[in-house]
Every structure is written in C-alpha cells, then in structure tokens.
Nanobody, 122 residues
Framework: QAQLAESGGGVVQAGGSLRLSCAASGSSSRITAMGWYRQAPGMQRELVAVFTVYSGSTYVSDSLRGRFTISTDNDKNTVYLQMNSLKPADTAVYYC???????????????WGRGTQVTVSS
C-alpha cells in the first residue's frame, strides 16, 4: 500500500514563495500521474496541477499558471509544487495525489497525501 508524505507547507506573507514536496513509498506499483489539489475552507477541492508520467506533460490550472509550477523527480517518486507570488486567496490545505498501476493487473488506483496547510497572510 503506497503512502504519500507531504512537506513544505507553512505561513508566508503575500508575495512570498513556498515549495511543497510529496514523496511516495511502500509500493512497487508504477506511477502514472502525480499532482496537487487544494481545498480552502468552505470550498470544494480543486485541481492545482498534474504531471502525466508517460507523456511527460504538465498541466497547471489556468488561474494559477504563471505563479505555480509542478515538477518531479521520478527516481525519487517525488512531486513538487513551486508556488510564487502567493496571495491570501491561495490559503488552503494542499493535497498531493498519485495514480499508480498495479504491476500485474495494470489496474490503477489513486493515493492521497494527508494534506499540508498553506497560509498566506496579507
């Protein structure tokens, strides 16, 4: 059973930067996609960014493109989210996820991190 461990959240002033990390462990399944969601208080969880392993393509939400960047270290099964020019509206719990394919059955399963709080003060 895969486990995802997030780090890098915290409190930052508006205009500042944070880098979130998420590392997977405990599974021999092949990672097919990695990404981040966020959930602000009273709001639905929204997609932030995705990296698709087989194509090497990245997607960042239209509203965040230019400030947020997703990157990976495939050798370390780690995905990063670089967040620049942060705004109070970016305050949320950030969750990483990974889609993994079972090496035998090829069935895919999504795993989630426990979330890391990002607070941007004005």
């Amino acid at each position: 059973q895969a486990q995802l461990a997030e780090s890098g959240g915290g409190v930052v002033q508006a205009g500042g930067s944070l880098r979130l990390s998420c590392a997977a462990s405990g599974s021999s399944s092949r990672i097919t996609a990695m990404g981040w969601y966020r959930q602000a208080p009273g709001m639905q969880r929204e997609l932030v960014a995705v990296f698709t392993v087989y194509s090497g393509s990245t997607y960042v939400s239209d509203s965040l493109r230019g400030r947020f960047t997703i990157s990976t270290d495939n050798d370390k099964n780690t995905v990063y989210l670089q967040m620049n020019s942060l705004k109070p509206a970016d305050t949320a719990v950030y969750y990483c996820y990974m889609e993994m394919a079972d090496p035998i059955t090829l069935s895919e399963k999504m795993y989630w991190g426990r979330g890391t709080q990002v607070t941007v003060s004005s």
